[in-house]
């Protein structure tokens, strides 16, 4: 192989990876918002569902705020959404979406309550008929004021 073909192919080898991990960083950060205004609560809350019943939307606020990107009306088992939301000019921002799990199961709230004393879940977790086949695990992944949760679904 000629010196101009290695050189080519380990130009193209090295764009490759480097293009690999810049993927893989904005991966990590896909829930994240842009500042607009430094000081603003946002919330990013990414949910993933690893049951095999579908969860149906039955409710969701972002209360303090709006919406960037809303709950999906139905998230497919296997599937995963990032719901967005602002609070411009505010201190405090909540967001939660609440889904039923399959046609008649129980009721998943995914809460996150982002204020200037802190982030938190608290509000959290699955009620109903047969509340105890299911649980949430969430992770806060930064806080006030750009909380970046995630929420998965067993």
Request: hydrophobic letters at 40%.
């Amino acid at each position: 192989m000629k010196i101009a073909s290695r050189l080519a192919l380990g130009t193209i080898g090295i764009l490759g990876i480097a293009g690999l991990a810049l993927g893989a960083a904005g991966a990590a950060h896909a829930g994240t918002m842009p500042i607009v205004r430094p000081g603003e609560p946002t919330v990013a809350m990414t949910i993933t569902n690893h049951t095999n019943q579908p969860e149906h939307l039955i409710g969701s606020s972002a209360a303090g705020g709006e919406w960037v990107n809303a709950p999906a009306k139905v998230l497919y088992p296997g599937a995963s959404q990032t719901i967005t939301a602002t609070a411009p000019l505010s201190g405090r921002l909540d967001v939660n979406a609440m889904y039923r799990i399959g046609d008649d199961g129980p009721i998943a709230r995914y809460q996150v309550n982002n204020h200037r004393a802190g982030t938190n879940t608290a509000m959290t977790g699955i009620s109903g008929r047969h509340a105890q086949r299911y649980w949430i695990n969430s992770k806060i992944d930064t806080g006030f004021p750009q909380a970046n949760v995630c929420f998965d679904q067993w």
